[in-house]
């Protein structure tokens, strides 16, 4: 026992390090890729190119969400550093790297240590050291986007104020990110920021509607191309746009309360047998030592486990709902 435990750690061990070493280094090519393009924004005659290819982007959004999930889940530098940057958080990938290889031998060693099989220590432990992490960053990233949503109604209705009264687009933004708190007031600095730098507005814009990746933003960065295009009463459409997303906001909330139900369901007989097994274990762990050892059951066990998450996945494509 004491052999596996050492092995054990060991693999995890150098397994994230070299993880570490392959993702922390810097991209040079993907470095030089990035400036030609905002080098290429900057000094753009029209901004046809950016409406098309943010109209692109927001239809496709919802159709590549699922490709997008799995995406996030391969070891790729630059697509880590985008989520860690949407949390808000000042966190590196070797930070995040480092921090998933201690949870996993935490995990195993505790398990280890209660006395569970090797086989099972090591599974749960490498499932809590590349899940838990994951999800934790997954969950910063949507409460921090669901708290820009809610407040930026509010932010395009101050652009209207600061618009009427005669401020330019470039200003009202510099209000909108000394008076809007929390992400609004941050993703609004960052614009401004940009700007001065010598960005262009769309180029700008559309940085920080990739790292977004809302709706809402782009609908937003779209109506602002398409003004500077053909003209027009800006201040006008950007209230029209403020009616739209309150209404779009209050949609989102009703049908969230009508499958509130369905997902309460979902939650309790997808996490059923996993209690049970977790009791039983417990109680008496020769009964259900054979799920590790014997081949027929641990075949058994995972088609359980593939049919369970088969109806976990129909469950949760039945109450979700694209607004």
């Known amino acids: 026992m ?36 905002m080098l290429k924004d900057r000094h753009a005659a029209s901004t046809e190119a950016v409406v098309a290819a943010q109209m692109r982007k927001t239809i496709q959004s919802a159709g590549n969400s699922g490709n997008s999930q799995i995406s996030s889940l391969m070891p790729r530098r630059d697509l880590m550093e985008l989520r860690l940057r949407r949390t808000g958080k000042n966190w590196t990938v070797s930070q995040y790297m480092f921090g998933a290889m201690g949870l996993f031998v935490l995990v195993t ?35 921090r986007v669901a708290r820009f949503n809610t407040r930026f109604p509010d932010a395009i209705d101050l652009l209207v104020r600061g618009l009427r009264s005669g401020l330019p687009v470039t200003e009202t933004f510099q209000v909108v990110s000394q008076e809007m708190p929390g992400p609004v007031g941050e993703e609004f600095k960052g614009v401004v920021e940009r700007i001065r730098i010598g960005n262009t507005m769309e180029a700008a814009l559309q940085e920080t509607a990739a790292m977004l990746a809302t709706p809402e933003f782009q609908f937003f960065c779209i109506t602002i191309a398409i003004q500077r295009e053909t ?34 369901s979902a939650y309790i007989v997808g ?12 109680m008496n762990p020769v009964y259900l030592a054979g799920f590790f050892s014997e081949e027929r059951l641990m075949i058994a066990g995972a088609g359980g486990l593939v049919w369970m998450s088969i109806g976990v996945f129909i469950m949760s494509r039945m109450i979700s709902f694209e607004i």
């Open 109 to 143: 060693g505790g398990l280890l240590v209660l006395r569970a099989p090797v086989m099972l220590a090591g599974m749960l432990g490498l499932l809590a050291g590349v899940g838990l992490p994951h999800l934790v960053v997954g969950q910063l990233i949507k409460k």
């Open 271 to 282: 996490s059923l047998p996993f209690f049970v097994f977790a009791m039983v274990w417990m």
């Open 2 to 37: 004491n052999l596996s435990v050492i092995l054990i750690i060991s693999v995890a061990f150098l397994a994230f390090s070299l993880l570490v070493i392959l993702l922390g280094g810097p991209s040079v090519g993907k470095a030089k890729a990035r400036r030609l393009s």
């Open 231 to 264: 003209g027009g009463n800006l201040a006008e459409t950007l209230a029209n746009l403020s009616d739209v997303l309150r209404k779009r906001a209050q949609m989102k909330l009703k049908i969230r309360a009508m499958s509130s139900e369905a997902k309460a």
